[in-house]
């Protein structure tokens, strides 16, 4: 029976040794040859060196490539990108494919920017690269003349021809893409290719009905040999998916798993870091897991650890005349509503907390918890079975005549009427709509949460608040930005909210208080 495959090291060499023409780009690396790892060489070498008999008996290619797909996971920093343009670069200039088409893959402009910018400064380094090439910045795109060959960054987010046909595509974070259609166009465009190959390099994200864990699902099964598909070769850098962050936290041996790089480039006390970093703040270690170890986690996290939370406290005392920012959250008309202010000077919080009299009855397994705090006054309860936004309204007015009184922002979504007669008592540069997106509380939420792990915040000892802080969950989108999550959360947490919306008052003033974590003193 003919031989139908075999391992070529004459083709795995032609792209290891083309790999280390290329020089790094960024850093103290730039300029650096590029070597593949003791790590990195056996996966290239597998991939471009491992062949099959062409079916195409007319071309004057006997053999090509076996693998036409590449899965690689590997967590942030372990030289991701830089190796994906590596990548690029072989299936650009050294595949000996005239008309190639190599096409990158992000999810979005900047991404798509990330990928030809690292390809073209490594191109630029070699003086025979910067000969034959031309560079086109504005369209993130490099031709070849003398192989009339192409690469092309495409993102998800902008317009793109369906009528491509690529010899070869790199994609760079496949976890931030947020539907399949771009996947699917270059996984598919290539059927008129004798040796095409897809690339995916990528690390874990939480959105468990993505292509990227379609995908990674497929190469596990691969890996394990429950699926067959000499297809396509698969490079899992994960650790094991029941590890829990305590195990992470108190076993380093783990951290290798998926970190190839640490010990090597990669260094061991950035991630030691990071862990006391998660340790103090909850809402990070979701995205520590992720980014860092690679593990597929839920994108909803427990934001404060409550024994954290409690050795804040502090005393308010007598702010009266002290400046201060107060933030609003009306979300519920039959439920808790809330009236928090904070004071720059000490990070000190005083917060009105409100309960419709009725909504005492409907929570009957809290209802002696609530009747204690309306008792010791940590509650307002109005009369009826919805919020009296009157009442409210003249406690902050008392307020304003005790307090210096900045801004108060509240959600345009639900809040406006009473914004508005605030403002005719007030004064109109007083209430200030902030929008409840990611964009907008993410910089504030992320205050807070530094300000709760330095053990900084003045709460008071509030219990009401406390509650809300221990039933708190936060959204991270594919950007590590956070926001408190009402949907997520397990119970209310509308004075979180509140108090999130009244940082933001405080970022934006001048010059009470600057930008940034480092002004809170």
Not at 179 to 199: A, C, F, V, W
């Amino acid at each position: 029976m003919p031989q139908s495959s075999r391992y070529s090291q004459q083709a795995a060499t032609r792209a290891i040794d083309f790999v280390g023409c290329l020089k790094h780009t960024k850093g103290a690396y730039r300029g650096v040859p590029f070597a593949l790892t003791d790590w990195q060489r056996p996966d290239w070498e597998q991939v471009f060196g491992c062949q099959r008999l062409n079916p195409n008996r007319a071309s004057k290619r006997k053999w090509v490539r076996q693998y036409k797909r590449w899965f690689k996971a590997i967590a942030k920093k372990n030289g991701k990108t830089e190796e994906a343009a590596a990548a690029a670069g072989v299936l650009l200039y050294a595949d000996d494919e005239f008309g190639a088409e190599v096409y990158s893959g992000a999810s979005s402009r900047d991404q798509a920017t990330l990928t030809y910018q690292t390809l073209k400064n490594m191109a630029k380094q070699v003086p025979e690269l910067r000969r034959m090439s031309k560079f086109y910045d504005s369209t993130k795109r490099i031709y070849v003349p003398s192989t009339e060959s192409t690469f092309q960054a495409l993102s998800a987010d902008a317009d793109f021809s369906d009528g491509i046909n690529p010899s070869g595509v790199v994609v760079d974070e496949l976890h931030r893409h947020k539907n399949r259609e771009l996947y699917d166009l270059l996984k598919q465009g290539s059927d008129t290719r004798e040796q095409p190959l897809l690339i995916v390099i990528t690390t874990a994200g939480f959105d468990q009905t993505s292509v990227c864990f379609e995908e990674w699902e497929y190469a596990r099964k691969v890996r394990d040999g429950i699926i067959e598909d000499p297809s396509l070769y698969v490079s899992l850098y994960e650790t094991p998916q029941e590890t829990t962050w305590e195990q992470l936290a108190a076993d380093e041996s783990l951290w290798k798993l998926a970190n190839p790089a640490l010990g090597d480039f990669l260094r061991e006390d950035g991630l030691r870091d990071l862990i006391r970093e998660g340790q103090a703040k909850p809402a990070l270690r979701n995205s520590i897991m992720r980014l860092r170890f690679n593990l597929w986690t839920s994108s909803d996290v427990a934001w404060f650890d409550i024994d954290t939370w409690d050795r804040c406290g502090g005393l308010v005392g007598n702010v009266a005349g002290q400046e201060c920012f107060g933030g609003l959250d009306m979300a519920s008309t039959s439920d808790f509503a809330a009236w928090v202010m904070y004071f720059p000077e000490g990070h000190k919080v005083m917060a009105h907390l409100f309960l419709p009299e009725e909504a005492i009855e409907r929570r009957s397994p809290m209802r002696a918890q609530l009747d204690a705090w309306s008792k010791d006054g940590w509650i307002h309860v109005t009369p009826g079975d919805c919020i009296d936004y009157d009442y409210i309204k003249q406690q902050v007015l008392r307020d304003a005549a005790v307090y210096q009184i900045r801004e108060i922002g509240y959600d345009p979504w639900n809040a406006t009427q009473i914004a508005l007669q605030l403002q005719d008592k007030l004064g109109e540069n007083v209430m200030v709509p902030v929008r409840q997106g990611f964009a907008t509380l993410s910089a504030p939420s992320k205050l807070l949460e530094t300000l709760v792990s330095d053990r900084k915040l003045n709460h008071g000892g509030n219990p009401v608040l406390r509650w809300m802080a221990s039933n708190c969950m936060v959204e991270v989108d594919a950007n590590e930005n956070i926001k408190p999550s009402k949907k997520r959360s397990t119970e209310k947490i509308d004075g979180i909210a509140a108090l999130v919306t009244a940082l933001d008052r405080a970022m934006h003033a001048e010059p009470i208080v600057t930008f940034g974590f480092r002004a809170f003193n």
